[in-house]
């Protein structure tokens, strides 16, 4: 069953009227499968919290909504038609439960000639304000407040201003989280050059976005290189955008189907059963592919798009619980060979499942080879993992015990299973009790040195389609210097993006340290 915390956000955000956990496990169930077989099997996989489907799966499946897409990515044109078709687009997608990503490069910079008006253009930063306004007026689903990702790339002659658009002021744009798009030329040759010929160094622009995210946790950077390095041949289009935490990159107008398993299900003492984690991955990437042909998409283009791809992102939480259990350091060499092991394995098992339902239900129609174009993602699990008790994807855990805020300003506390599980093992009460090599398994995510946070992304992202959703924590003392130097190691190690949080730079931050009482 949920934890204790994650029975009150079920109440309060996933249940409908008079529902339980079980219920709610066979809602998603029948809605998603077309047999009985299928719908006691998918039923079975959510009620045990072996997998869970994201966040919109759980709320609407089998209601009058029914729109089971995590996150969205919708085209901005330049045109007044383009720019608000886009908004309109993003409310309707919102008022299903769904996030948007939007890439503003398009939009012509501040200030520059209006032929139709004989006036001057106000600028992507502008039209972002109008979006975030209408963002405003929604709930996803009805439940939560709608997110954004808002994407510029660094020779827009507008970055500078959009890097720092929210450096001195918290409360604006508070819908999006912004990133700035790395090209593979501004990478190679440490420049980056603007239409009118000005040119800037790729290290003032990585700069100027590490001083901002040391002030906010924001911008992240999205290294458009990385990301569209290794698509398949039939791909069809360059990614520009992603949803509003990054781990899915997606063309104009596709949608992503995304779910997490959990790891500690899987656990066994210190070793990992693979045969029920390969059975986990079968039956998780069957239910997933469902979703697809099961949603009520919010507008004709998006389900067109979504039916010639078919993308879907199975993806784990719980990593750092399992790490510790077996007793292996976060930030080590072997915990990275764990992780990649994992990662290795899932990420096979699901191209074995995808090959399986190919022959079954047939091909997505641009690529005869795959039933999903993409099999893999790792998503932050922030309320999924809340409902199993979980570390978040692949974070490493924030504290042992920590306060999170969620339901606009509701505050629970947490501890950590995997420490518990260990302290239970060795008979103790709190981690200075620990042998030292097993307390070091529980050091968090700032303890943790920033280069380790990457190194791990890194393994983790060599064995995922789509990209992986992480944040480098910093302690409050941590330099701009620090996250320029983060930035550049993400992308030669092939993050396709990288967010860091510098603790205490926000005045508001949903994850906070509380003393250990165990």
């Known amino acids: 069953m949920p934890t204790t915390n994650g029975e009150h956000l079920l109440k309060e955000r996933y249940f409908q009227p008079g529902e339980d956990w079980p219920q709610l496990a066979a809602r998603v169930g029948q809605a998603v499968g077309r047999s009985k077989l299928e719908q006691e099997i998918y039923t079975e996989l959510i009620e045990q919290e072996e ?29 007044m038609d383009g720019i608000f078709d886009a908004i309109k687009h993003a409310a309707l997608v919102h008022k299903s439960g769904g996030g948007t990503g939007f890439d503003f490069s398009n939009l012509r910079p501040a200030n520059s000639p209006v032929r139709s008006t004989k006036g001057v253009a106000s600028g992507p930063l502008s039209f972002m304000e109008v979006f975030n306004a209408a963002t405003n007026t929604i709930k996803q689903g009805g439940r939560r407040k709608g997110a954004n990702m808002g994407v510029l790339r660094c020779d827009h002659p507008d970055i500078l201003d959009f890097i720092q658009a929210k450096r001195f002021d918290q409360n604006k744009l508070t819908n999006f989280n912004i990133s700035v798009g790395m090209t593979k030329r501004a990478m190679e040759t440490g420049t980056v050059q603007f239409p009118d010929g000005e040119v800037l ?3 003032e622009v990585l700069r100027q976005a590490a001083h901002s995210a040391w002030s906010l946790g924001e911008p992240g950077v999205l290294f458009l290189d990385n990301i569209n390095r290794n698509l398949p041949l039939t791909h069809p289009g360059w990614l520009r955008a992603s949803n509003p935490c990054g781990e899915t990159p997606l063309l104009p107008f596709e949608a992503c189907f995304l779910g997490s398993i959990d790891l500690n299900k899987v656990v066994d003492g210190k070793s990992l059963d693979w045969d029920a984690l390969e059975g986990i991955v079968h039956h998780s990437i069957g239910l ?23 993308k879907i992102g199975l993806g784990v939480m719980g990593l750092h619980d399992v790490l510790m259990k077996m007793e292996v350091p976060y930030d080590s060499e072997e915990g990275r060979q764990k992780a990649g092991q994992i990662m290795s394995f899932i990420q096979q098992a699901a191209r074995v499942a995808d090959w399986v339902y190919r022959e079954n239900r047939g091909p997505c129609p641009v690529d005869l080879e795959f039933r999903n174009m993409t099999q893999t993602t790792v998503a932050p699990t922030g309320s999924l993992s809340m409902i199993t008790g979980a570390s978040m994807g692949i974070e490493p855990v924030f504290s042992l015990q920590q306060e999170r805020t969620v339901l606009d300003g509701q505050r629970f506390q947490e501890v950590n299973g995997g420490f518990k599980t260990l302290l239970n093992r060795y008979s103790v009460f709190c981690r200075g009790d620990l042998p030292g090599s097993v307390a070091r398994c529980c050091r968090t995510a ?7 946070h990457v190194r791990m992304q890194a393994v983790v992202q060599e064995y995922v389609d789509n990209a992986v959703s992480k944040t480098v924590n910093l302690p409050n003392n941590a330099s701009v210097d620090d996250i320029v130097d983060i930035f550049h190691l993400a992308h030669t190690l092939g993050c396709k993006g990288v967010t860091v949080y510098r603790d205490g730079s926000r005045d ?9 009482e165990i």
């Open 51 to 79: 997998f869970l489907p994201n966040t919109p799966a759980l709320v609407g499946a089998g209601t009058d909504l029914n729109q089971l897409a995590a996150c969205f990515v919708l085209p901005v044109y330049d045109s």
């Open 288 to 310: 997933l592919d469902r979703m697809i042909d099961a949603t009520n998409f919010p507008i004709p283009a998006i389900r067109n798009a979504v039916l010639q791809t078919r």
């Open 201 to 203: 160094s790729t290290n």
């Open 508 to 516: 508001e931050q949903v994850l906070n340290c509380v003393e250990c």
């Open 446 to 452: 700032q303890e943790i040195a920033p280069t380790d």
